[in-house]
């Protein structure tokens, strides 16, 4: 059956725009995946490529929170869609006892074994994320009195805690600043949702993005749990010129040092 030169540029039509919608969509979508390292997940959450292909964007994390923190990313976020994240300056985690977000999780996108202590559920433990102080805008920097953060912190003294200062600008007066502690702090983001600066100058990221690595070579020799890493350390050999003489040769060369 021949079709009319109509129907034929009706056809064309219709093909290109699907295919520039499908272009649309596919954009749409690698944006959402390239934001996603900014995110912050509930409590318990695996890291972010083994969340995602664990998380069946069921929302129930979401329906199970008391204090509606958890938000379903959806188009238009810069988000995985479907899936669960908080904005602490909205609405922080409040470290519910109990984590409920996290036992009805059905495919264990969110662990029990993550937020847990002697097999028994435990908020302290989580790692959502780590508190980062910009010193610059924070006020307790300049020297006047703010101590927003560390009340808010659930942990009181532990992961947050306060350090005087003396005022270099004056040299006669002290401040007081809050200090992060990195290995107890859980990202809940209270301290974030406290700060009385316009914009936060505490704020939450994922610690794999606020956080450096020393790597396996440098450890803490006072601590017994550092030390551990050792065990993960390859040798690494280099061979240079130098390398094939005696050290003692080496370090009584003086050639190029008392050369005019």
């Given at each position: ?5 109509r129907?034929?540029?009706l ?7 699907l ?19 900014l ?51 909205d ?22 074994s ?30 006047i ?28 007066h ?10 107890v ?13 316009q914009?936060a ?25 550092d ?6 350390a ?15 040769d ?11």
């Amino acid at each position: 059956m021949e079709i009319t030169r109509r129907e034929f540029f009706l056809k064309s039509a219709r093909s290109a725009g699907l295919l520039a919608l499908g272009g649309l969509v596919w954009s749409a979508y690698v944006d959402e995946v390239t934001a996603s390292k900014l995110i912050l997940r509930p409590p318990g959450a695996l890291m972010e490529k083994d969340f995602l292909a664990a998380c069946i964007k069921c929302g129930l994390c979401v329906e199970a929170c008391p204090y509606d923190t958890l938000l379903l990313a959806k188009p238009g976020d810069n988000k995985p869609l479907g899936t669960p994240y908080f904005i602490p300056r909205d609405m922080p985690c409040y470290m519910c006892p109990d984590i409920p977000c996290v036992p009805i999780c059905p495919t264990n996108a969110l662990d029990q074994s993550l937020v847990s202590k002697n097999g028994i559920l435990d908020i302290n433990s989580a790692d959502m994320g780590l508190a980062i102080i910009d010193e610059n805008s924070c006020i307790a920097f300049w020297g006047i009195q703010c101590d927003a953060c560390h009340s808010a912190c659930p942990l009181l003294n532990e992961a947050i805690s306060l350090e005087y200062r003396k005022n270099d600008r004056t040299g006669k007066h002290a401040f007081i600043v809050p200090i992060v502690h990195a290995d107890v702090c859980t990202g809940c983001g209270l301290c974030e949702r406290a700060c009385i600066t316009q914009k936060a100058s505490i704020f939450i990221l994922p610690r794999e993005i606020a956080t450096g690595r020393a790597g396996d070579h440098y450890i803490k020799s006072w601590s017994k749990k550092d030390e551990a890493r050792l065990k993960n350390a390859k040798e690494i050999n280099t061979k240079t010129k130098i390398s094939n003489r005696p050290a003692i040769d080496s370090l009584n060369d003086m050639k190029g040092l008392l050369d005019d």
